[in-house]
């Protein structure tokens, strides 16, 4: 093991403030309807990390996949209203859903949506940071999500995050995180495209982000999902600068996160930058 190595583990395992982040696939089946097993050991493992004393933030996609299996459509409507009227039905079960979950291991949670003009703004930015913060300090676990509901992620304008990996690393920094845990549907980085190479080899560890590894990570996400693998380095790149580490590990095991937590070679590490910002 590198020194690099070493000292991201070290750091992955001192980790404070966490932030997790929860994609489509790993909350919703194919169609739509939620996978309630996965989410509740999502909130075990969180509410045991917060029990421990560490310090939570959830940002979690699926408002539009949960919409579309509540609403038993046959697929993701293509219309930009319709996809925020989707949106808005799903926000509301994924709330509910999590909130009866977390309430079994008694714990609060509270919904925040964000638009990246909220971010851009100082002000926003400043009243979404304190209030992050009042939250934590209750203990209670803000959940993040985009406001689909005006800006949907599919039709990109300057409003809008793109995908939720880049949100959570924008979060990440707004709440000024030890680390990000970003859980997909793939065990981490590979070497080539693990679903067409039965060769292909996980990359453990990531101290730099180049243009090779950004262009191998290519591929889209799920059918009900937006972000693919080269989002997650994108969004993990976007944390190394600022000393903060990140993790892409499968998620549905939510148990992962203890394991990761206690420096376990477990998904892909990527290495921080010097100190945080």
């Known amino acids: 093991m590198s020194e690099e190595e070493k000292q991201g583990r070290?750091?992955?395992?001192?980790?404070?403030?966490?932030?997790v982040k929860v994609g489509t696939s790993s909350i919703t089946y194919p169609n739509g309807r939620m996978k309630l097993?996965?989410?509740?050991?999502?909130?075990?493992?969180?509410?045991?990390?917060?029990?421990?004393?560490?310090?939570?933030?959830?940002?979690?996609?699926?408002?539009?996949?949960?919409?579309?299996?509540?609403?038993d459509l046959p697929e993701r409507p293509s219309e930009m209203a319709d996809k925020q009227a989707v949106a808005a039905v799903g926000q509301c079960e994924l709330m509910n859903?999590?909130?009866?979950?977390?309430?079994?291991?008694?714990?609060?949670?509270?919904?925040?949506?964000?638009?990246?003009?909220?971010i851009d703004d100082p002000v926003t930015r400043a009243n979404i940071s304190n209030t992050m913060e009042s939250l934590i300090g209750m203990g209670i676990l803000p959940i993040v999500n985009e406001n689909d509901?005006?800006?949907?992620?599919?039709?990109?304008?300057?409003?809008?995050f793109g995908d939720n990996d880049t949100l959570s690393a924008l979060v990440a920094r707004v709440v000024n995180a030890d680390l990000l845990i970003i859980l997909s549907d793939i065990?981490?980085?590979?070497?080539?495209?693990?679903?067409?190479?039965?060769?292909?080899k996980r990359i453990s560890v990531v101290t730099e982000v180049t243009d090779d590894l950004i262009g191998?990570?290519?591929?889209?996400?799920s059918a009900l999902g937006t972000g693919g693998m080269q989002t997650k380095v994108l969004a993990m790149n976007m944390l190394m600068?600022?000393?903060?580490?990140?993790?892409?590990?499968?998620?549905?095991?939510p148990q992962?996160?203890?394991?990761?937590?206690?420096?376990?070679?477990?998904?892909?590490?990527?290495?921080?930058?010097g100190q945080k910002k």
Not at 10 to 19: H, T, W, Y
Not at 43 to 56: H, K, P
Not at 103 to 108: F, I, N, P, T
Not at 256 to 273: C, K, N, Q, S, W
């Open 10 to 19: 070290s750091l992955v395992a001192k980790a404070k403030r966490v932030v």
């Open 37 to 71: 097993r996965n989410i509740d050991h999502l909130a075990r493992a969180i509410t045991d990390l917060m029990n421990s004393g560490r310090e939570v933030i959830l940002v979690t996609s699926g408002a539009i996949g949960v919409g579309v299996g509540c609403l």
């Open 97 to 118: 859903v999590y909130s009866r979950c977390f309430a079994e291991y008694s714990r609060v949670v509270a919904q925040i949506l964000l638009t990246k003009d909220g």
């Open 149 to 160: 509901t005006v800006s949907t992620a599919e039709m990109p304008h300057a409003g809008t």
């Open 187 to 200: 065990d981490g980085l590979y070497d080539s495209n693990p679903k067409e190479n039965p060769d292909a």
């Open 216 to 221: 191998g990570a290519g591929g889209a996400g």
């Open 241 to 253: 600068d600022h000393g903060i580490g990140g993790v892409i590990a499968e998620g549905s095991e």
């Open 256 to 273: 992962i996160l203890e394991d990761i937590l206690e420096g376990a070679d477990f998904g892909t590490l990527f290495v921080p930058h």
